[in-house]
T-cell receptor, first 114, second 110 residues
Framework: SAVISQKPSRDICQRGTSLTIQCQVD?????MFWYRQQPGQSLTLIAT?????????ESGFVIDKFPISRPNLTFSTLTVSNMSPEDSSIYLC???????????FGSGTQLSVL | GQSLEQPSEVTAVEGAIVQINCTYQ??????LSWYQQHDGGAPTFLSY????GLEETGRFSSFLSRSDSYGYLLLQELQMKDSASYFC???????????FGSGTRLQVQP
């Protein structure tokens, strides 16, 4: 299993600013994933972050907009850059500490952009 | 591309049994997972099927038919606390990340 501490839990930001979301895991994991979820909607994968290499972004997401750091096996950050109201969403980090059968999720960051 | 289809809403009464279906289209299918998410909470893992058949975990069971690209989650002895959204998710060969369905909102009534 894995326990994930994600912060901030929520924030209200102004258009054009940036927010960095932090994700700390209580064990070493190879892969961390960042998802986005609109309230009442599905989870959409933003990127996969491996320690020691560039993050891999899904179609529709780019590094300039969502830069990711993965400095070690227990920590990652996702930055939402130059925010617009369309970025208002819940952002979730997740890890797979095992063999790919089970993901554990952080509690999420609810972002509102005015 | 990939797609997963599941009903948007299901309503059932306490003590009943409910089945939530999921059909998927994807290349390189590896396994099907189910997650539960309460309002305001994080998704939590319920079940995983890589092979055809039924997996049982307490009141929850999950079924997979790879030939039909179909699976379902079965919830028995429904309780009020089971009211939540349920997501099926596909894992593809060579990838550890999951692709999630649109979710089924289950409402359990007294």
């Amino acid at each position: 299993s894995a326990v994930i501490s994600q912060k901030p839990s929520r924030d209200i930001c102004q258009r054009g600013t940036s927010l960095t979301i932090q994700c700390q895991v209580d064990s070493q994991v190879t892969m961390m994933f960042w998802y986005r979820q609109q309230p009442g909607q599905s989870l959409t994968l933003i990127a996969t972050a491996n320690q020691g290499s560039e993050a891999t972004y899904e179609s529709g997401f780019v590094i300039d907009k969502f830069p990711i750091s993965r400095p070690n096996l227990t920590f990652s950050t996702l930055t939402v850059s130059n925010m617009s109201p369309e970025d208002s969403s819940i952002y979730l980090c997740s890890v797979d500490p095992g063999k790919g059968e089970k993901l554990f999720f952080g509690s999420g960051t609810q972002l509102s952009v005015l | 591309g990939q797609s997963l289809e599941q009903p948007s809403e299901v309503t059932a009464v306490e003590g009943a049994i409910v089945q939530i279906n999921c059909t998927y289209q994807t290349s390189g299918f590896y396994g099907l997972s189910w997650y539960q998410q309460h309002d305001g909470g994080a998704p939590t893992f319920l079940s995983y099927n890589a092979l055809d058949g039924l997996e049982e975990t307490g009141r929850f069971s999950s079924f997979l038919s790879r030939s039909d690209s179909y699976g379902y989650l079965l919830l028995q002895e429904l309780q009020m606390k089971d009211s939540a959204s349920y997501f099926c998710a596909v894992r593809r060969t060579g990838r550890r990340a999951l692709t999630f369905g649109s979710g089924t909102r289950l409402q359990v009534q007294p």
